[in-house]
């Protein structure tokens, strides 16, 4: 038997999937886009991008931007009862409301 991978992208076939047409280079705008501390985002992992990206069960979350680190950005999340912080780049991040 072969022993089963278990890496950070497994059982992420569909999640981290693109549709046709947006498969390619993504628009600098995603790039260089800017948040204040205190933005709500959402987390939306762009698997073209392999920098910054948080893991793939906080795909979808909302979270409230802490403070900037480097180009990335920290995003803290609540996950169940407890308080995270995550490091991650502009490109998997959009404006939440």
Do not use: W
Not at 65 to 84: R, T
């Amino acid at each position: 038997m072969v022993k089963r991978s278990k890496g950070l992208r497994s059982k992420s076939r569909h999640i981290l999937r693109k549709k046709p047409r947006d498969r390619g280079k993504i628009s600098i705008t995603r790039a260089l886009q800017e948040f204040k501390e205190g933005d709500r985002v959402n987390i939306v992992i762009d698997p073209s991008i392999h920098k910054g990206m948080p893991h793939i069960r906080f795909h979808g979350q909302t979270g409230k931007i802490l403070g900037k680190q480097g180009n990335s950005y920290m995003v803290s999340i609540n996950d169940g009862n407890k308080n995270k912080s995550l490091v991650v780049k502009p490109e998997h991040l959009r404006r939440g409301y």
